[in-house]
């Protein structure tokens, strides 16, 4: 299926080997005003990812061949940071936990509404596209440029997903403030927390692996996440 004219809301990459289902989210995708390429053989989606440079994937989890796991993973690999949204028939939280730690910005599990699905999509998008300029703010050794969407410490830049830098950003716009999971959830997926609050606890781990002593993450047992501020800092 050759791609749609890419309209302003960007193109889609539908990777799913069910044609019913694959249809219905295309139609819907469209109705919201997306460009959208179907693609329902895994191993030809990653072609399809450098070749047509899509704003968003979503990625169903099993595929037949390569699945939709393996793909994030090659994706990652390649430093390529398009938003990933995963479909999957199965719901584990084992299998949500893997696929948010290989990079997945959203996770969804089927039957899920095709409305709420272009949602999800229209709020990665949202974040990653219309990042207001604003000064670079810097906690501890880190510091972010949400303009740029660059989150780096000294001579060193750290490769995040799309979530993982809005995360890091929402906490470090208000250094010292305490969240809770279900605050982030509303205000950095954009739903409400019956999705789930491990997912906030998944991304939060990923970014302190990978900001390793630069995290300025801090736990508040019992209540939430705050980016905190050194003591030099706060002086």
């Given at each position: 299926?050759?791609?749609?004219?890419?309209?302003?809301?960007?193109?889609?990459?539908?990777?799913?080997?069910?044609?019913?289902?694959?249809?219905?989210?295309?139609?819907?995708?469209?109705?919201?005003g997306?460009?959208?390429?179907?693609?329902?053989?895994?191993?030809?989606?990653?072609?399809?990812?450098?070749?047509?440079?899509p704003?968003?994937?979503?990625?169903?989890?099993?595929?037949?061949?390569?699945?939709?796991?393996?793909?994030?993973?090659?994706?990652r690999?390649?430093?390529?940071?398009?938003?990933?949204?995963?479909?999957?028939?199965?719901?584990?939280?084992v299998d949500?936990?893997?696929?948010?730690?290989?990079?997945?910005?959203?996770?969804?599990?089927?039957?899920?509404?095709?409305?709420?699905?272009?949602?999800?999509?229209?709020?990665?998008?949202?974040?990653?596209?219309?990042?207001?300029?604003?000064?670079?703010?810097?906690?501890?050794?880190?510091?972010?440029?949400?303009?740029?969407?660059?989150?780096?410490?000294?001579?060193?830049?750290?490769?995040?997903?799309?979530?993982?830098?809005?995360?890091?950003?929402?906490?470090?716009?208000?250094?010292?403030?305490?969240?809770?999971?279900?605050?982030?959830?509303?205000?950095?997926?954009?739903?409400?927390?019956?999705?789930?609050?491990?997912?906030?606890?998944?991304?939060?781990?990923?970014?302190?692996?990978?900001?390793?002593?630069?995290?300025?993450?801090?736990?508040?047992?019992?209540?939430?996440?705050?980016?905190?501020?050194?003591?030099?800092?706060?002086?």
């Open positions: 299926m050759s791609p749609e004219s890419r309209p302003p809301r960007g193109l889609v990459l539908v990777v799913e080997d069910e044609p019913a289902i694959a249809d219905v989210v295309r139609l819907n995708l469209v109705k919201a997306y460009g959208v390429h179907v693609q329902h053989d895994g191993a030809h989606a990653l072609g399809d990812v450098r070749r047509l440079r704003a968003a994937i979503i990625l169903d989890v099993g595929l037949p061949g390569m699945d939709g796991i393996e793909i994030c993973r090659a994706l690999a390649d430093q390529d940071w398009t938003p990933v949204l995963f479909v999957t028939a199965r719901d584990d939280e949500r936990i893997v696929g948010l730690e290989l990079g997945a910005d959203d996770y969804v599990t089927k039957p899920f509404s095709p409305r709420e699905l272009v949602a999800r999509v229209t709020g990665v998008l949202r974040r990653t596209q219309g990042t207001p300029e604003t000064a670079p703010q810097t906690v501890g050794p880190l510091t972010i440029d949400t303009g740029r969407r660059r989150a780096y410490a000294d001579d060193r830049e750290f490769a995040l997903t799309a979530t993982e830098f809005d995360l890091l950003a929402y906490l470090m716009r208000r250094p010292g403030r305490v969240f809770s999971r279900e605050q982030l959830l509303s205000e950095v997926w954009g739903y409400s927390s019956v999705a789930g609050t491990r997912t906030v606890d998944v991304h939060i781990a990923q970014l302190r692996a990978k900001l390793g002593e630069d995290s300025p993450i801090r736990t508040v047992r019992g209540v939430g996440y705050a980016a905190e501020r050194s003591a030099a800092e706060r002086r």
